[in-house]
Nanobody
Framework: EVQLVESGGGLVQAGGSLRLSCRASGFTFADYAIGWFRQAPGKEREGVSCIAPGDGSTYYAESVQGRFTISSDNAKNTVYLQMDDLKPEDTAVYYC?????????????????????WGQGTQVAVSS
């Protein structure tokens, strides 16, 4: 059974930092890509970033480029999203997702494409 378990959300002031974690199980970690999506109330789902643990390639949405860093610890089957210089507009529920690399990149850039596997989500709130 595929499982994605997120942790690390919380409340932080603007300019602060948080690190989200996504622990994966039930599939071969190196064969998939793991990504982060977010959804704020009343807004469409937004792809944030993804990584292919097999080769380390990464992708970032323009809205987070230079502020967020995605990484993976393949020994722990865990992906991290380091979020720095947080802004109130980063407030959302953040979801970890997994799919084959090409499919996950499609999902990051196209909100109508849905990854196969999802975590339960973790809330990030940034106060001004």
């Amino acid at each position: 059974e595929v499982q994605l378990v997120e942790s690390g959300g919380g409340l932080v002031q603007a300019g602060g930092s948080l690190r989200l974690s996504c622990r994966a199980s039930g599939f071969t970690f190196a064969d998939y890509a793991i990504g982060w999506f977010r959804q704020a109330p009343g807004k469409e789902r937004e792809g944030v970033s993804c990584i292919a643990p097999g080769d380390g390639s990464t992708y970032y949405a323009e809205s987070v480029q230079g502020r967020f860093t995605i990484s993976s610890d393949n020994a722990k089957n865990t992906v991290y999203l380091q979020m720095d210089d947080l802004k109130p507009e980063d407030t959302a529920v953040y979801y970890c997702a997994a799919d084959l690399p090409t499919q996950l990149v499609f999902a990051i850039v196209d909100a109508s494409t849905k990854p196969n596997y999802w975590g339960q989500g973790t809330q990030v709130a940034v106060s001004s």
